[in-house]
T-cell receptor, first 116, second 112 residues
Framework: DAGVTQSPTHLIKTRGQHVTLRCSPISGHKSVSWYQQVLGQGPQFIFQYYEKEERGRGNFPDRFSARQFPNYSSELNVNALLLGDSALYLC???????????????FGDGTRLSIL | GENVEQHPSTLSVQEGDSAVIKCTYSDSASNYFPWYKQELGKRPQLIIDIRSNVGEKKDQRIAVTLNKTAKHFSLHITETQPEDSAVYFCAASKEYGNKLVFGAGTILRVKS
């Protein structure tokens, strides 16, 4: 089975632009979460989506938004890019929200976003 | 909000020795504690996890212990091998695995 897939793998943008990152979860997984990993730090939670609804949001500005589609894939959008948005953006999927109890998250390879 | 502190930031051990990485969490409501291994340029990979109703879990050369009273949990790797060299992250969740809060990571170097 394919794992979590993300596209693109690398992206270079300039300040002020916007970007869309994409994620396909593991087959059967209905929950998708997004994390930002700045070089040398642990991943930071941005969003969680389950069954197309936002289930959680981390401490990120409104420039960050996301959505989940009926096939459970997801997009992360970032507007008005800043130099500080340069990071590895990781997508993780899990089986569900809370109803099935503990559900480990499985990560994709990430999208490396560089802002010039 | 929840905070997870991880120590040490770097750890060098000789091949065959044991390695221990420790984490402390702040939110007593946390109920799930996974450990991820991230090799350079690769995805974080789940290596072991523990739930709040268990004190210890072992899987071959790796084990995790949890002290809920002290809000500490630790990763133990025995008989380390060069391929264990990577960055290890601890994390905590109070929603059964959702909304993970990560530690800052430990760079483990196993010298042969």
């Amino acid at each position: 089975d394919a794992g979590v897939t993300q596209s693109p793998t690398h992206l270079i943008k300039t300040r002020g632009q916007h970007v869309t990152l994409r994620c396909s979860p593991i087959s059967g997984h209905k929950s998708v979460s997004w994390y930002q990993q700045v070089l040398g730090q642990g991943p930071q939670f941005i969003f969680q989506y389950y069954e197309k609804e936002e289930r959680g949001r981390g401490n990120f500005p409104d420039r960050f938004s996301a959505r989940q589609f009926p096939n459970y894939s997801s997009e992360l959008n970032v507007n008005a890019l800043l130099l500080g948005d340069s990071a590895l953006y990781l997508c993780a999927s899990s089986l569900s929200g809370l109803s099935l109890g503990y559900q480990p998250q499985h990560f994709g390879d990430g999208t490396r976003l560089s802002i010039l | 909000g929840e905070n997870v502190e991880q120590h040490p930031s770097t750890l060098s051990v000789q091949e065959g020795d044991s390695a221990v990485i420790k984490c402390t969490y702040s939110d007593s409501a946390s109920n799930y504690f996974p450990w991820y291994k991230q090799e350079l340029g690769k995805r974080p990979q789940l290596i072991i996890d523990i739930r709040s109703n268990v004190g210890e879990k072992k899987d071959q050369r790796i084990a995790v212990t949890l002290n809920k009273t002290a809000k500490h949990f630790s990763l133990h790797i025995t008989e380390t091998q060069p391929e264990d060299s990577a960055v290890y992250f601890c994390a905590a969740s109070k929603e059964y695995g959702n909304k993970l809060v990560f530690g800052a990571g430990t760079i483990l170097r196993v010298k042969s």
